[in-house]
């Protein structure tokens, strides 16, 4: 075990629980370590911060995801901007449960691909501005941008009708799905 100490709680909707008193990853290695749990999936996030191009090696979200995938479990993380509302929230929800969804069957007869992970990222626009999803690789190397303009900020043009990664897609104004490696 990993050392993560863990107590038994309740969630806010009033289930059963535990409360890890340590990273993202710690309670993965919990959940399968100290509890023994079998999960055909674990979903990370949603958190405030995108987790994409290089940010991603930096995430606790994306590295709890990490952690599963390492041990044989899919993965999912999502992320979203660093301050969002309730409607982008709900968003990135919808997109998390449509991926469930599309990957339910392999997900339950644990023939699912754990060689990668998914990882979901949300733009900081109005779910009505936001594009359709765009299935993108991970940026490798960071955009420059003008001084003063932060990476997590989001046009809502959709300019990019074609995004070549998911940092131009969610700068652009998509939702973007990415499929990030167990070691980044």
């Known amino acids: 075990p990993g050392g993560a100490t863990y107590a038994e709680a309740t969630t806010p909707g009033g289930n059963a629980a535990y409360a890890v008193d340590g990273y993202p990853a710690d309670a993965v290695i919990v959940a399968l370590d100290d509890l023994g749990l079998e999960p055909h999936l674990v979903v990370s996030g949603i958190n405030?911060?995108?987790?994409?191009?290089?940010?991603?090696?930096?995430?606790?979200?994306?590295?709890?995801?990490?952690?599963?995938?390492?041990?044989?479990?899919?993965?999912?993380?999502?992320?979203a901007a660093p301050e969002y509302d309730q409607a982008q929230l709900e968003a990135g929800a919808d997109l998390a449960a449509a991926w469930i969804e599309e990957n339910c069957e392999a997900v339950i007869a644990r023939t699912h691909q754990t060689d990668t992970l998914a990882s979901i990222n949300i733009p900081a626009c109005a779910p009505e501005q936001m594009g359709p999803l765009q299935e993108v690789p991970r940026a490798l190397e960071m955009p420059a941008l003008p001084e003063g303009e932060s990476i997590f900020e989001s046009t809502c043009d959709l300019a990019d009708p074609a995004p070549a990664n998911d940092v131009a897609a969610v700068r652009s104004g998509y939702p973007s799905l990415t499929q990030v490696e167990p070691e980044i």
């Not at 191009?53 to 899919?74: D, E, M």
């Open 48 to 79: 405030p911060g995108q987790n994409f191009g290089t940010f991603a090696s930096l995430s606790g979200t994306v590295g709890a995801a990490r952690t599963a995938i390492r041990r044989g479990v899919p993965a999912l993380a999502v992320s």
